[in-house]
């Protein structure tokens, strides 16, 4: 993993499917410019989540994404995904680094500089931070002062992505922050044009 691969990071959501399939939305954010790919799934049972990683994996290997599993280490290893997301309250990332061996990328979950030293320190390879604005996706989400990630970003060695909340309208808010890339959901997923949205984010995330 490159620090630019980064960029614009898109996180998948069920939500917004409407009658498309995730395989064809994901192609479509891809194709307008995103860099980074992490399958979220909270509802799928097990192996209609493992079907679903193969076909995204699949996609994202045509186009040299690179791929991730979101929290669900055991089905990362069974397809071997390019890594894993964790957050604070999922498995420590240096167990998830002993299962899933030294040359897959780690990422975790952040909030302050205390918890992503700690993440640094058990091995992980990128940071995502936040929430940066207020955001939908998660109930009870703490919305970080952006000072906090230039503190982050000096604390630690590896790469910070913001996340939560971000769209075409705030992004630019996040300039001179730090942080190398953003992560977005609904900003790609819950748009009309999927490309179109990915397309414009990728030239302000290009900003940062």
Known sequence: MKKKDLRLYAVT??????????????EKAIKGGATFIQLREKNLCEEEFLEEAKQIQKL??????????????????RIDADG???????????????????????????????????????????LGVGAAF?????????????????????????????????????????????ICGVAVISAIFAQDDIEKAAAQLRKKADML
Not at 13 to 26: F, I, M, P
Not at 140 to 149: G, L, R, S, T
Request: charged share 25%.
């Open 13 to 26: 959501d069920r939500h917004w499917l409407n009658g498309e399939t995730l395989y064809s939305q994901v």
């Open 84 to 126: 894993v997301h964790v957050g604070q309250d999922d498995m420590a990332s240096g167990d998830v680094r002993r299962i899933l061996g030294a040359d897959k990328i780690i990422g975790v979950s952040a909030h302050n500089v205390k918890e992503a030293l700690e993440a640094q320190a058990n091995g992980a390879d990128y």
């Open 134 to 178: 207020p955001t939908g996706s998660k109930d009870d989400v703490n919305v970080i002062n952006h000072k906090e990630y230039l503190d982050i970003c000096k604390a630690v060695d590896i790469p910070v992505i913001a996340i939560g909340g971000i769209n075409i309208d705030n992004i630019s808010e996040l300039n001179n922050t730090g």
């Open 60 to 77: 994202c290997r045509k186009y040299n994404v690179p791929f991730v599993i979101n929290d669900n280490v055991d089905i990362a290893k």
